[in-house]
């Protein structure tokens, strides 16, 4: 199991409603579902994984979650998740001010641009970082909006966002020992549950 | 067929005909005293009879499904892409029947067989016939078969709202319910292009107020032209372009000369009128496009699609075509949000196709048939 999906799951309630931003193969919401027992669908846009998806017998729904989700009522999941994906949309605070307005509580997870190897390979190099957890050149990589924990705190309060958790995730013994120290820093995945009465 | 026979196809198929002599009661408040139902299925109902998939046809479609009726026969069932051994539809693992409906004119009862109140052929006077007659009529052939609980219902366009009928009318009674290309009820640009092509038959002189049969004539060109509407309607514009152009089939634009020109669209539109007019009855087209026209899914459910897929019990999928605009994926994409938002199971794909509304009925879609596939293969 992925680490950040146990955290994940952690946050979701059981019996609960969920709807999955980019939900990929569908991985996570099956483990809900068999697990917690919840109730939930998964946008999705690559036909890949929206085949995995329909194999993995989830709810999976074809659709860009750039058009919005003007569809959905106010508060109607308990919780809406979007993993490592809201480093892809073209305007990632339209889409977290949408998820707030959807769902009770808001799960979202992404890279961390601040974690320190970003940061040594712009600093040494000059060149855009590419890693095991990033492994795109600048110009194909569909991670077109990078942020750090601290730019995704700053927009939280500009969208008047409580912050309810916050996990890092960091391989290697020293990046786990300085997580907690410094998360901006040694934090490879930010994991942010959050919400908006 | 083609020798040799693919491995994948159902071979050699025959039809049976079933008679119903218990009154079936319609929406249009008529009753039919009794009605045949004409069948094709392929594959093996299993002892439980839980492997049963009931695939409903579109509105000049037939029960030929699949398979040929002989070895001379060239062209096989409408479905055979997707219905035989290993395919989505899969007759190693499932019992696939299809019925012709009432009202139509391959075998069921309609306007072509005879009223036996008066011993003279329906014509005109065939009742009305909406989706849910059909369904109920279908729910009688279930009985008949000892069939509870079908695995799947299955339709394309009119066949989906059949297979959306049955969910909500006897929501106990499937357990998937596959809607391809199809919507909750008409725009009214659909209806105008159902009532223009209704007019081109009525206003032939060989009509007859419908009852042509009696008088011993066809209405021919009025059909023809009908399905030439029809026709153009399901395709797309792009693939209409990419298969005739502004190709000629005979003629020049040389100046100079004052040759007739004959697109190759225009003829292939005429072959097609043509062929169609001859194989379909003109009363039963009538029949099937206001049945179409009729279709509201939550009419009775205070016009609120969600509160209609409240009623139903089994999983969804729903498949749309990107080129079809006669039931554009907008129409699919309202299916699947009334479907979330009444908190059923579904599943929702959009496949890239140059082929139109017609796209659900070609082979060769990679993207179509694995998403298909998929699903069928998680039914049990």
């Known amino acids: ?197 | 067929m083609p020798n040799p026979l693919p491995q994948n196809s159902v071979g050699i198929v025959s039809s049976k005909s079933m008679l119903f002599d218990t009154p079936l009661e319609l929406a249009c408040g008529r009753t039919l005293e009794s009605y045949e139902l004409v069948y094709e299925s392929y594959g093996k109902l299993n002892e439980d009879k839980s492997n049963a998939i009931l695939v409903c046809h579109a509105l000049s479609g037939d029960h030929h499904l699949a398979g040929y009726y002989s070895e001379e026969d060239k062209k096989p069932g409408w479905w055979e892409a997707y219905v035989g051994p290993g395919k989505p539809l899969d007759t190693d693992r499932f019992f696939i029947i299809c019925p012709n409906n009432i009202g139509g004119c391959h075998g069921s009862t309609g306007p072509a067989s005879t009223n036996p109140d008066t011993g003279k052929v329906w014509g005109a006077d065939f009742p009305a016939l909406r989706v849910r007659d059909w369904v109920h009529s279908q729910a009688r052939l279930a009985d008949r078969l000892g069939i509870e609980q079908w695995a799947a219902v299955v339709g394309g366009s009119l066949g989906g709202m059949q297979a959306m009928r049955w969910a909500l009318e006897y929501p106990e009674r499937l357990r998937h319910c596959v809607v391809i290309a199809s919507a909750m009820k008409l725009s009214a640009q659909n209806i105008a292009f159902n009532e223009t092509a209704r007019s081109a038959i009525q206003s032939d002189p060989n009509f007859k107020q419908g009852h042509y049969l009696e008088h011993n004539t066809l209405p021919a060109r009025g059909l023809s032209v009908a399905r030439m509407i029809g026709h153009i309607t399901y395709l797309s514009d792009d693939g209409m372009g990419k298969k005739f152009g502004r190709d000629l089939r005979s003629g020049t634009f040389q100046q100079g000369t004052e040759e007739p020109v004959e697109f190759q669209i225009e003829s292939y539109l005429r072959y097609q009128g043509s062929k169609f007019s001859t194989a379909f009855d003109a009363n039963t087209y009538i029949l099937m496009t206001k049945a179409l026209d009729y279709f509201d899914l939550a009419r009775e459910y205070e016009h609120d699609a969600a509160q209609a897929f409240r009623h139903a019990q089994c999983k969804f999928l729903v498949v749309s075509f990107t080129s079809d605009w006669r039931f554009a994926p907008e129409r699919s994409q309202e299916i699947v949000d009334a479907l979330m938002q009444a908190d059923r199971d579904v599943c929702y794909a959009e496949i890239d196709s140059p082929y139109g509304h017609d796209a659900f009925l070609v082979g060769n879609q990679s993207r179509y048939w694995d998403v298909f596939h998929s699903y069928m293969s998680k039914v049990n």
């Open chain 1, 1 to 197: 199991m992925r680490l950040d999906y146990s955290i994940v799951a952690n946050w979701v309630e059981p019996n609960s409603q969920v709807l999955d931003l980019g939900c990929g193969d569908g991985s996570l919401l099956k483990q809900l579902r068999d697990e917690k027992n919840v109730h939930g669908y998964g946008l999705e846009i690559n036909s890949e994984n929206i085949l995995r998806s329909i194999q993995n017998d989830i709810n999976v729904i074809e659709r860009d979650i750039e058009g919005g989700l003007t569809n959905f009522a106010d508060k109607r999941f308990d919780t809406v998740i979007m993993s490592q994906a809201i480093q892809t949309l073209k305007r990632p605070d339209q889409a977290l001010a949408e998820m707030l307005r959807v769902g009770r509580e808001c799960i979202i997870t992404f890279p961390n641009f601040g974690h320190w190897k970003a940061r040594l390979m712009l600093a040494t190099k000059g060149r855009m970082p590419v890693s095991d957890l990033l492994p795109y050149e600048w110009y194909n990589t569909p991670n077109i909006h990078f942020c750090t924990f601290k730019d995704f705190d700053f927009m939280c309060r500009t969208l008047g966002a409580r912050i309810i958790n916050r996990e890092v995730i960091a391989n290697g013994s020293a990046g786990k020992a300085l997580q907690g120290l410094h998360p901006n820093l040694f934090g490879e995945t930010a994991l942010y549950r959050v919400s908006k009465d």
